[in-house]
């Protein structure tokens, strides 16, 4: 199974969830401190909410998640034969889950794509080393900025 995601900077995660819980009618996947992920199922859909103070209602960046490595595979050997700029990613730990992925690079107005399957949880947002950046953003924040690292290809969801 194959389903858009949707990654959200909020101000007040408490408050998203509340918001997102009612307009879906599902609780979160996954929660975190700063963090909450919905697998909603009508319609498919993966939206990531990171707490991310004075970015409220703007874009993080946006994914596919895919059923499997072989899935993410695939995905990347067809956009690599249209001439796509991509970013590969191999076990790698963000957003409280092992993954492996790869980003879409140069998006024509900034914006951050990510094909990727879930391999395993996290007990933390970016694995060990809590010191990498991920989603776009600096190490110490749960989502950094829209679009930043992100769009370079480094570490996310």
């Not at 408490?14 to 996947?29: H, N, Q, R, T, W």
């Not at 076990?91 to 900034?110: E, H, I, L, R, S």
């Given at each position: 199974?194959?389903?858009?995601?949707?990654?959200?900077?909020?101000?007040?995660?408490?408050?998203?969830?509340?918001?997102?819980?009612?307009?879906?009618?599902?609780?979160?996947?996954?929660?975190?401190?700063?963090?909450?992920?919905?697998?909603?199922?009508d319609?498919?859909?993966?939206?990531?909410?990171?707490?991310?103070?004075?970015?409220?209602?703007?874009?993080?960046?946006?994914?596919?998640?895919?059923?499997?490595?072989?899935?993410?595979?695939?995905?990347?050997?067809?956009?690599?034969?249209?001439?796509?700029a991509?970013?590969?990613?191999?076990?790698?730990?963000?957003?409280?889950?092992?993954?492996?992925?790869?980003w879409v690079?140069?998006?024509?107005?900034?914006?951050?794509?990510?094909?990727?399957?879930?391999?395993?949880?996290?007990?933390?947002?970016?694995?060990?080393?809590?010191?990498?950046?991920?989603?776009?953003?600096?190490?110490?924040?749960?989502?950094?900025?829209?679009?930043?690292?992100?769009?370079?290809?480094?570490?996310?969801?």
């Amino acid at each position: 199974m194959s389903r858009v995601q949707l990654a959200l900077n909020v101000n007040d995660i408490d408050e998203a969830v509340a918001f997102y819980s009612k307009l879906f009618g599902s609780e979160p996947a996954k929660r975190r401190p700063g963090y909450a992920n919905f697998a909603i199922t009508d319609p498919p859909l993966k939206l990531v909410l990171m707490e991310n103070p004075g970015q409220g209602g703007s874009l993080n960046h946006l994914g596919v998640e895919v059923a499997s490595t072989s899935a993410a595979d695939a995905e990347q050997t067809r956009l690599a034969a249209t001439g796509l700029a991509l970013a590969d990613e191999r076990d790698t730990t963000c957003c409280y889950a092992k993954q492996d992925k790869f980003w879409v690079k140069d998006a024509p107005n900034g914006e951050s794509w990510e094909f990727y399957t879930v391999l395993q949880d996290s007990a933390t947002f970016y694995g060990a080393d809590d010191s990498q950046a991920c989603c776009g953003g600096s190490a110490g924040s749960a989502a950094g900025t829209a679009a930043g690292t992100a769009a370079a290809g480094t570490s996310c969801c």
